[in-house]
């Protein structure tokens, strides 16, 4: 493969790479070299779900903390190709995996993450995005959400069409993130968040579906969802057939796609 950032129709993928049938695909691995697939036994996080046997990707430098599996960067892809050319905002970004997904979707993309602070950090994101050829369509900020995103958005004078939440995920810092975002999305917005296997990250999920967005989940394999409002539309999502999948009792009142 020549062409770091090309939409491909037909990837190698290995055994546990599901995609939803239906999705562009999108393959940036060239970018990322230092990721690998790691032991999702490992990880010291109570909400991962190991049972689920989709290959878990992590930074070989950091294996402990996961990145977005196949199946949940494809969402967050092909959401993005509904919002090309528009302003988009992530909260956590961590090596720049979900970044690079969504800048290849071509929106105009700020991401926010106190990790970028760190000089090791932020030289590997900013290379990994050079490398899949987005890094002038992303802005890289270092910084604590929810007092950034409100700081930034006063900067810039900016609205945000498309928003991915994956920030701090212990409460209340997934429901203060939601609660500013809500307030800095356009009339037209759709907000995703990744993780909702954890009650506090499902908290800004319900903020929202209490304020009249209208809310889907996606079984994946920590469980994405998005919320949405105005003339957008969510894409549509088949779980990957092989698996048995179950809804932990703090999602059973939401639809599940597909």
Same mark, same amino acid.
């Given at each position: 493969?020549?062409?770091?950032?090309? *939409? &491909?129709? #037909?990837?190698?993928?290995?055994?546990?790479? =599901? *995609?939803?049938?239906?999705?562009?695909? &999108? =393959?940036?691995?060239?970018?990322?070299?230092?990721?690998?697939?790691?032991?999702? %036994?490992?990880?010291?996080?109570?909400?991962?779900?190991?049972?689920?046997?989709?290959?878990?990707?992590? @930074? $070989?430098?950091?294996?402990?903390?996961?990145?977005? %599996?196949?199946?949940?960067?494809?969402?967050?892809?092909?959401?993005?190709? +509904?919002?090309?050319? $528009?302003?988009?905002?992530?909260?956590?970004?961590?090596?720049?995996?979900?970044?690079?997904?969504?800048?290849?979707?071509?929106?105009?993309?700020?991401?926010?993450?106190?990790?970028? !602070?760190?000089?090791?950090?932020?030289?590997?994101?900013?290379?990994?995005?050079?490398?899949? #050829?987005?890094?002038?369509?992303? %802005?890289?900020?270092?910084? =604590?959400?929810?007092? +950034?995103?409100?700081?930034?958005?006063?900067?810039?004078?900016? +609205?945000?069409?498309?928003?991915?939440?994956?920030? @701090?995920?212990?409460?209340?810092?997934?429901?203060?993130?939601?609660? *500013?975002?809500?307030?800095?999305?356009?009339?037209?917005?759709?907000?995703?968040?990744? @993780?909702?296997?954890?009650?506090?990250?499902?908290?800004?999920?319900?903020?929202?579906?209490? +304020?009249?967005? %209208?809310? *889907?989940?996606?079984?994946?394999?920590?469980?994405?969802?998005?919320?949405?409002?105005?003339?957008?539309?969510?894409?549509?999502?088949?779980?990957?057939?092989?698996? #048995?999948?179950?809804?932990?009792?703090?999602? !059973?009142?939401?639809?599940?796609?597909?």
């Amino acid at each position: 493969m020549t062409e770091t950032n090309e *939409i &491909i129709k #037909n990837v190698p993928l290995s055994t546990w790479d =599901y *995609i939803s049938p239906g999705f562009e695909i &999108i =393959y940036p691995d060239y970018s990322f070299p230092n990721m690998i697939v790691g032991d999702p %036994n490992s990880s010291y996080w109570p909400y991962l779900r190991p049972e689920i046997p989709h290959s878990w990707y992590v @930074d $070989k430098q950091e294996p402990f903390i996961g990145f977005l %599996n196949r199946d949940e960067a494809h969402i967050l892809y092909n959401t993005g190709l +509904k919002f090309a050319g $528009k302003k988009a905002l992530e909260i956590g970004c961590w090596r720049g995996w979900s970044a690079c997904h969504l800048a290849l979707a071509g929106v105009e993309l700020d991401v926010i993450d106190p990790v970028l !602070a760190k000089e090791d950090v932020y030289e590997n994101v900013t290379s990994s995005l050079r490398l899949a #050829n987005v890094l002038d369509s992303v %802005n890289l900020v270092d910084g =604590y959400s929810p007092q +950034k995103v409100e700081e930034l958005a006063k900067q810039l004078q900016r +609205k945000w069409s498309l928003i991915f939440i994956d920030g @701090d995920h212990e409460a209340p810092a997934p429901l203060n993130d939601t609660i *500013i975002c809500e307030k800095l999305a356009e009339a037209d917005a759709l907000i995703l968040f990744h @993780d909702l296997t954890s009650p506090d990250v499902t908290q800004g999920l319900d903020y929202l579906k209490q +304020k009249g967005w %209208n809310t *889907i989940i996606y079984q994946t394999m920590q469980i994405m969802g998005a919320a949405w409002r105005g003339n957008v539309e969510p894409v549509k999502h088949q779980p990957d057939p092989k698996i #048995n999948w179950n809804l932990p009792e703090h999602l !059973a009142g939401y639809s599940v796609s597909a």
